[in-house]
T-cell receptor
Framework: QKEVEQNSGPLSVPEGAIASLNCTYS??????FFWYRQYSGKSPELIMS????GDKEDGRFTAQLNKASQYVSLLIRDSQPSDSATYLC??????????????FGTGTQLKVEL | DAMVIQNPRYQVTQFGKPVTLSCSQT?????MYWYQQKSSQAPKLLFH???????NEADTPDNFQSRRPNTSFCFLDIRSPGLGDAAMYLC??????????????FGSGTQLSVL
């Protein structure tokens, strides 16, 4: 069973601070990883993707990947109240029948406080 | 210019009454997926179509069926909904397959309530 683990939170940070969200995965052969943001009652929205070890930056977001430790993280700089949402970590698996399967963690709820 | 469209946004059905959820896409993607997300849980893949080929997840209950009459449309049929089937149902698409950087495009979801 391929698993993706996240701390459910809530993680509370003050406005303007750095929010750090973490994720571990069980399948050492996993190659691609995604972070989705999900507002309550809405569908997941892709924030970042990462495939190689190290850091990948996009605006206020930085994804970090360490395949040896099977660990993915998402840093959000200058956190804003609008960043308050659940962040889902997803690991991509290529399906033998065609297509790609995303296995999601249960998500970490982030609350950015004024 | 919505690309993956799910209707309706909210669906209420009665216990045991068949219900169909619909998904359409304007992206001309080969692959369409149905995910189920229960409250405070991770989205879970139910099945997917690669073109016309249907692929069921091993643990998807028989109560759930799907149809893809053409490239643009895909339907999720729940034959006899139970209270435990209340969830958000997410449709997603992707271009093809076999690449590690394949991205999924999600629709806005259908929230199903079972009374």
């Amino acid at each position: 069973q391929k698993e993706v683990e996240q701390n459910s939170g809530p993680l509370s940070v003050p406005e303007g601070a750095i929010a750090s969200l973490n994720c571990t995965y069980s399948d050492r052969g996993s190659q691609s990883f995604f972070w989705y943001r999900q507002y309550s009652g809405k569908s997941p929205e892709l924030i970042m993707s990462i495939y190689s070890n190290g850091d990948k930056e996009d605006g206020r977001f930085t994804a970090q990947l360490n395949k040896a430790s099977q660990y993915v993280s998402l840093l959000i700089r200058d956190s804003q109240p609008s960043d308050s949402a659940t962040y889902l970590c997803a690991v991509n698996y290529i399906l033998t029948g065609g297509g790609n399967k995303l296995t999601f963690g249960t998500g970490t709820q982030l609350k950015v406080e004024l | 210019d919505a690309m993956v469209i799910q209707n309706p946004r909210y669906q209420v059905t009665q216990f045991g009454k068949p219900v169909t959820l619909s998904c359409s896409q304007t992206l001309n993607h080969n692959v369409m997926y149905w995910y189920q997300q229960k409250s405070s849980q991770a989205p879970k893949l139910l099945f997917h179509y690669y073109d016309k080929d249907f692929n069921n997840e091993a643990d998807t209950p028989d109560n759930f069926q799907s149809r893809r009459p053409n490239t643009s449309f895909c339907f999720l049929d729940i034959r006899s909904p139970g209270l435990g089937d209340a969830a958000m149902y997410l449709c997603a698409t992707s271009i093809q397959s076999g690449t590690i950087n394949e991205k999924l495009f999600f629709g806005s979801g259908t929230q199903l309530s079972v009374l």
